[in-house]
Structures are given as C-alpha cells and as structure tokens.
C-alpha cells in the first residue's frame, strides 16, 4: 500500500504543466528551446483530445490553435539552433496522426478546424525537413 501511494505521488510530480513549461521556456537556451515548445504542444494535443471527448468544442478548438503555434514555434527554434530537427519532425508527424484520429471521431461540422491544423502541421515537417536534408547553400542533397 505504501508503494502503490509512493508510485502515485511521484507520477503526479513528475507530471508536466502546460504553465509549467512556458515558465521554463522564459529561462531556456536556444538549444532546449525546441524540446520545451514541442512538449507544450504535446501537452495541448492532449487536453484537446479530451475536451473534444468531453463535448467542449471551442476549448478544444483552442487547444488545437496552440498546437500548431507551439508546433511553429519549435520549428522555428529547431532550425535556428540547428538542434532537435529530427526529434521536432517526428514528434509532429505523431501529433499530425494523432488529431487525425481525433478528427474521425468529430461530428463533420466540427471537422474542419482539426483538418487545418494537420495541414499546418505537414507543412511545419515538410519545413523541418527541408531543414534537415539541404546542405549549407540552401540546396537539397
């Protein structure tokens, strides 16, 4: 009983805030700047996936708003720091995957916001990956 309460508490420590993250990415050097925006938007996938479940349409279109803004953002971060591209890229092919199931679950009229931002999202990798497989003159290898 001990161990099952010690479990609890440490998981819930070790859960991140949305709040939490956006006051560390005040203080983060540009290298960690990409992993603190994609978790934030990690973070806000999750909450839209259970406002929509939970039948709160606008929150969860907020929600999805904040994903692709914190999806540019850590593009952008990763391509100026030239750090995390890959891990950026694959977290927002997941995240693009992930509201695409979301979007299969919504009512058509609450569709069209969700397929928006996985557009936003393709482009947002295809960036990430033009970033990563050009060489130093902008040319692709």
């Known amino acids: 009983m001990l161990l099952l309460a010690f479990a609890s508490l440490r998981s819930t420590a070790l859960e991140e805030t949305v709040d939490a993250l956006k006051s560390r990415l005040e203080s983060a050097s540009p290298e960690d ?3 603190l925006l994609i ?6 996938l999750r909450d839209a996936d259970r406002l929509y ?7 969860a279109r907020a929600a999805v708003d904040d994903i692709v803004a914190y999806s540019e953002k850590a593009r952008g971060a990763a391509i100026e720091s030239k750090k995390h591209l890959k891990n ?4 927002v092919r997941k995240m693009s995957a992930k509201l ?3 979007k299969r679950t919504l009512a058509f009229e609450d569709q069209p916001p969700v397929e928006q931002a996985i557009r936003h999202l393709e482009q947002i990798r295809t960036d990430l990956l033009n970033a990563m497989f ?6 692709k290898k």
């Open 33 to 35: 700047r990409p992993q």
């Open 39 to 44: 978790r934030i938007a990690q973070l806000r």
């Open 53 to 59: 479940n939970e039948g709160h349409v606008a929150d």
């Open 88 to 91: 950026v890229e694959i977290a």
């Open 100 to 102: 695409g199931d979301i």
């Open 134 to 139: 050009s060489d130093k003159k902008g040319k």
